[in-house]
């Protein structure tokens, strides 16, 4: 009787244990599935942190020369002058960032007609333009992690033409408002796709709620959900958050205070991959 009795009660304790069990990985499966349905984080706009300010830095044009090349085109050759900025310096809150950081420090983003920037950590740069062409330069001291010195002085805007003879003929200054677009451009890996860079350069205007503002359309066009299209009406850099992984797009457009485009949007694609895909 007490060996049945036994028998009957250890029977009894495998079932309780093994529904046990059964509820236990039934409760785990439905907990994987519930975080891999959980859709991802909206995209957004952060602030980015205080960056070291450099009041007296200085930006020019020292010389710019043209030589003509072959029958329709001619070589042109700017140098700058760069006063109270280090280029190839490290900037000191660079490892607090958080951000893709240059490994060759401050450099000038050299833009030309508003296509991507070249980064100089030379004072000097060259570029071959056809005969008969109107052109118009940015450029900008930047910061190594590439956000740009907007301070007065920093910047410089040269308008100019190559005429039919390959000669290079200085235009006058744009008195228009201008936008031109500096962040994200390229490929951002790993950790870097955390923070992206969002930085433009504005001239002849000022940023405000009431008067010019800029219109930011942000894509994941590998993820079209993953999207944002938001106003900005304060020139400062921004950080783009949870855009996610794949093939994605930024579109800037100047407005002015009646919400009209000035000028042509700018845009760039982009991407963004995930540290194993690479290794991969």
Not at 21 to 38: E, H, I, L, P, Q
Not at 49 to 66: D, G, M, Q, W
Not at 77 to 96: G, H, I, R, W
Not at 119 to 133: G, I
Request: proline share 6%.
């Amino acid at each position: 009787m007490k060996i049945h009795t036994l028998v009957t009660i250890t029977a009894i304790c495998g079932i309780f244990f093994t529904a046990c069990n059964d509820a236990s990985t039934n409760k785990g499966t439905s907990s994987t599935d519930s975080v891999k349905n959980t859709p991802p984080p909206p995209v957004s706009l952060a602030m980015v942190s205080a960056s070291p300010e450099f009041p007296n830095a200085a930006l020019a044009i020292s010389s710019v020369k043209a030589e003509k090349v072959g029958k329709d085109s001619a070589k042109v050759s700017f140098a700058f002058d760069v006063k109270n900025y280090e280029l190839k310096m490290q900037t000191p809150d660079k490892d607090n960032k958080g951000c893709n950081n240059s490994k060759d420090g401050q450099h000038i983003h050299f833009i030309l007609d508003n296509k991507p920037y070249k980064a100089l950590y030379e004072p000097k740069n060259d570029v071959t333009l056809p005969n008969n062409t109107e052109h118009y330069l940015m450029a900008f001291l930047s910061r190594s992690y590439h956000e740009s010195i907007k301070s007065k002085g920093a910047a410089v805007v040269y308008h100019f033409k190559i005429d039919e003879k390959g000669n290079l003929k200085k235009l006058d200054d744009p008195k228009t408002p201008m936008l031109f677009y500096s962040r994200p451009k390229g490929d951002y890996i790993g950790k870097d796709t955390a923070n992206l860079l969002l930085d433009f350069y504005v001239w002849n205007c000022n940023l405000s709620p009431d008067s010019f503002k800029v219109k930011a359309e942000i894509t994941n066009e590998t993820n079209p959900s993953q999207s944002l299209t938001t106003t900005i009406d304060k020139w400062e850099s921004h950080f783009i958050q949870n855009l996610g992984t794949g093939k994605s797009k930024v579109t800037l457009t100047l407005m002015d205070k009646e919400g009209k485009a000035i000028g042509d949007p700018v845009a760039r694609e982009f991407n963004m991959m995930a540290q194993e895909a690479v290794k991969n």
